[in-house]
């Protein structure tokens, strides 16, 4: 039985295997420059962030009906379950839809057709969040949030990612203090690329509850500090990190050292079908690979679920 955990850090395109890829592009008339499978696989060798996001953006083409996104976020759901994922916070790029004439609704509409059964179909609770891209304007991220009025039911919290280094956290400072009056949670990405400067900005200025990624704090021993003391959860990323190349190899992550300094570390997949894995797979690689014990393995799923934006009272039923 894999141990019961959550995810909190997911992109939902990120879990786009190339086999569906290819399947809604031949259901959409898309023609995607691979021949197959296997020459998309090849592809997937990142020499750092914005590589990667390159083809994921290129990949999100045969993303087009509310139909695609149902069965892109069910494939993820059913893959999750059979990991020991008890709960999912599912981010989403609506921006990166809607350049292509793919509407916010299309998207959420579609999303929530899989989500809204995840609990009777995979065992899975779930909640969406909206990242803003911010190698886009302030302004689009503005609109953005103005485009998701009739969907704020389905959307728990807002985060920010794409691009890190030259957008720093508070280029958003607006619009995630318009999501908060909305009574949106708030999360970003920060220290996966850019400095540990961003981790602190992304606290002060947007007032994230989690920060994703985080690794980069540890350039900063005062920062290891603080958000040592303030209980801040990192939602760290092992397996990305070493096809983003943040790490050298996996067995150069800092986890375990991470854990020694008393951080809220938790592990999670950020984009599995591009890097090889998803939350019981990184799990099992940190497991293996970094020989962490059986109490740390514990340790980081009860973090998941701590870090997680459930009640208490659905917290403790999740575990
Ligand atoms: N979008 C999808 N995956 C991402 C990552 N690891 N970092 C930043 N933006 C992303
Ligand atoms: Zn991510």
């Not at 149902?70 to 999750?80: H, I, K, M, S």
């Not at 602190?200 to 200025?205: G, Q």
């Amino acid at each position: 039985m894999p141990l019961p955990k959550a995810e909190l850090h997911l992109h939902v395109e990120g879990t786009l295997e190339p086999e569906l890829a290819f399947e809604l592009a031949a259901r959409n008339g898309v023609t995607l420059p691979y021949a197959d499978t296997e020459e998309l696989r090849e592809a997937y060798r990142f020499k750092d962030l914005q590589s990667f996001l390159n083809l994921y953006y290129e990949l999100m083409a045969v993303l087009r009906t509310e139909q695609d996104f149902a069965d892109l976020a069910g494939a993820y759901l059913a893959r999750a379950a059979a990991q020991g994922v008890r709960h999912a916070e599912i981010f989403f790029d609506p921006q990166a839809h809607i350049a292509r004439g793919v509407s916010l609704g299309t998207v959420v509409e579609g999303l929530w057709r899989a989500l809204g059964s995840s609990e009777r179909d995979h065992g899975i609770s779930t909640r969406l969040i909206m990242c803003f891209l911010r190698d886009e304007s302030a302004d689009s991220a503005l609109e953005t949030l103005q485009a998701a009025t009739p969907y704020l039911d389905r959307i728990t919290g807002v985060g920010l990612d794409s691009a890190e280094v030259g957008h720093p956290p508070a280029k958003f400072r607006e619009v995630y203090a318009a999501a908060a009056a909305l009574g949106l949670r708030r999360v970003a990405h920060a220290g996966e690329e850019g400095p540990p400067a961003y981790i602190t900005e992304a606290l002060d200025v947007l007032g994230v509850e989690r920060v994703d990624h985080g690794l980069r704090c540890l350039e900063d021993p005062a920062l290891v500090e603080r958000l040592v003391r303030e209980r801040v959860p990192l939602t760290l990323c092992p397996l990305s990190n070493v096809r983003l190349r943040a790490v050298e190899t996996l067995a150069d992550h800092p986890l375990p050292a991470m854990l020694d300094a008393g951080l809220l570390c938790t592990v999670n997949s950020d984009d599995p079908a591009y890097f090889g894995g998803y939350a019981g797979d990184n799990f099992r690689a940190v497991r293996e690979t970094l020989g962490l014990s059986e109490d740390r393995l514990r340790e980081l799923a009860r973090n998941s679920f701590v870090a997680s934006f459930l009640e208490d009272d659905e917290e403790r039923r999740a575990r």
